[in-house]
């Protein structure tokens, strides 16, 4: 029988890996040969022992033999809980390689955002964004990439990386189309779970072909590794004994071996039956035997190691296992030779951070799982303060603080505070959590307790809404939180119960603790707040005469401080809604500027207020045609969002409603681009959201406006643009859009039903403003033909409180809704009328309808031409087609 034999001077590992190292060589020529290559993804899954690292290690030799660059890294078992600690052990050697100034040229804009979580920059003083840092990682390794090509990553025991590290690998190789280097990741199936288990799903999703599933190696492999180890004379009786005994394993294969001829034993079918024994020595308890047979010192040392999992060196473990230098040398020297550590190899899986690190994983995890519980849990506090004594930080030492048991120890419960504000400020919120919530089982002192529970609160409140709302009741519940601290404390439990769909409960939260607080700053800013989030609410929530008292507190309003420009903010977004007159809504939101500018701590990226005040304040300016005011509000946003790293719905909302100003204005290939890309950032942060409506409606409606019908009735499938609606306001009315969207694919009842929905609710919330939600006219063309009676008291309506709003859109419109359904010399004089109105109105998409409806109402060949070269610019080919059509029919034109 013929033994399948690898290649000469490959490892025992690489037996019968001949398919996978050929795709291995096959991806790495690729990639040398053209750099405009598109990247690749590679995935090595198999059970431990399997050979992975080998394989991995062999990708190296290869890559290195071709020229290219090689950055490698590997998750460990007890480091999952250290924030970014895989990719900053992928990128060490790239940062080593850089001069600060030539990692902020090559980092750019991202530097101050994504250096802080790989400990090359500052942290700023605002918790950082973790979508923002994750696309920082992202731009960065993309440049870092192209200078260093070829380049192939290799990512040893994925299963094992840090949440945040699988984060990153997930979006980066979600984005190779256009970057070329190699991505070879391996791990072991159905260790990860919950998001770490997703991550890596989407990273096989990337995969370029099949994933190389490491099987056993055959009993005819096995014989051929005994020999190659022990000699020819190796029977096939004991090769078949060998791989019987470790089921083909390669790792064990090996190990076995080893203490075969540790022990000389004879390969021979007579010595057969003593492998099961050697083996079980060689694994498992055995290796705790093995290791306790060293002596104790030696046994300190080993589980040393294994509690600091990284950055092994022989001067740390031995201040953590309380063994002098010369002795602590003396027992790495044993455990080397013993084949339980062993030094790092420069060509290896990842780089060295230390002297000394474990054989193999299945090794560190046994001798981990072999310290005493007790003993165990006192190690990691010891180990706490050796790190904390060598200057890494309270972040590096929280992962063993996690470990200790509660023992009441206050200056624990400040560690674990300090550690959760290291683990914010470079973007590892989840990292944070854990700190917090593990400080709480200590316990905190009833005075701190309070404090600790707040700050878990933000912490958890953009990952898990559902986990602030309980932390934040419970802290404000206890003594302790006083203040502005109370104030921001509700404010924050308010966001919480919005963003978890229960906005009902957030304003009645609100206006609770607004009751219990005297006139002044305090009381006035949780009324702010109530107002703002009744009036998001697209129910009816409100309490009876908001409108009314919301009008006389900002009366009394003169914008001296940030309550008194929210409350003006507020009273201008309710007005608009409520269609009152455009001037008195300018006039309340001018007020609440300072010297035309938004107010210090009352920004985009400032907390204490939320980006729901700022958007309403662009949207009264939007809807009443001070669109250069509204533009450079939403500008503002986009910029001070993309400075500050906040890619997540922050940045989602903001190209949404950039969208809309674009739509409002009539550039509508703009709109469209702005929209897909909050539409794609949405995607991220989840379905179902606010800003996923936003940006799909609005999207809708710019592709409607466009005349691409099929396109956004594809898009209102694909991502669900369909009732029921969300509990919060969306701009424009979504019913009142898909109304028009139903009309457009021609199932004009369901329309007349969406449209008539929408002026059901708008009446309920007095949301009389024409152009913001803009049911009437649909509704009225819609009945024409079937109704006319009410298509002309709609008509009617709609006129009076278009005049009644005052701008020169919501007249306009009106007088085209009009114009459409009358006949002659009236319908003719009507058009005129609106075009006129449009002209004067900085929304040229408008405009240009109406300028077309002139037109071919008048039969004039210059009014359509003029019609016609609006719709062009503004992208409008819905328009410019009927115009063409027009045109060339030319029957009657003049």
Known sequence: MTEARPTEGASAALWEREAEVATVVQAIETLCADRSTPGRVLLIRGEAGIGKTALLGEARRIAERRGCMVWSARGGETLRSVPFNVVRQLLQPALMSLMPEEAREYFGDWYDIAGPALGIAEPGERHADPQGVCDGLVAAVRRLARRDWPLVLLVDDAQWADQETLRWLAAFCERLADVSVLVVVARRPGEATGDAARHLDSVAACVDGPTADLSALTPDATAGITRAALGAHADAPFCREVWAVTGGNPYETVELLAKVRESELEPAESTACELRALNRAARGGGLVARLEELGIDATRFAWAAAILGTGISVDLVAKLATLDDENAHRCAELLRNARILTEPDPAGSQPADGELEFVHPLIASAVYHSIPDALRTAMHGIAAQVVTDSGLGAAMASRHLLQVHPDDDQELVEQLREAARDHLAVGAPDAARRCLERALLEPPLQEVHAQVLYELGVATLLTAPARTIGHLQTALGMPGLDGTTRVDAVFRLSQALLHNDQLEEAVRTVETEAARHEQGPARMRLQAVQFMWEGIHAGDITTPGRP??????????TGRDNSERALLILRGFDAMTHGENAEEVVELCDRSLVNGRLAPGLGWTDLEWGIELLMMLASSYAYTDRLDRAEALFNESLRSYESAGWSGGHLALAHAYLGLGHRRRGRLREAEASLRESLRLAERVGRGLPLYWSATCNLVDVLLARGHVDEA?????????????????????????????????????????ELEAAEKAATARGHLNPVMVPWAADLARALAGTDPARSARLVAELRRQAERFGTDTAIGEALRCEAALETGQRAVRLAAQAATYLEASPCQYEHAAARLEYGIASRSIVEINRGLTLARSCGADGLVTRAREVLENGHGLR
């Open 548 to 557: 009314e008292r919301l009008a006389a507190l900002a009366a009394t309003c």
């Open 713 to 753: 009735w594809a898009i209102a499938e694909r991502y669900g643009f369909a009732p029921p609606y969300p509990s919060t306001i969306v701009l424009p009315d979504p019913r009142s859009v898909r109304g028009r969207l139903l009309l457009a694919v021609g199932r004009t009842q369901e329309a007349i039903n």
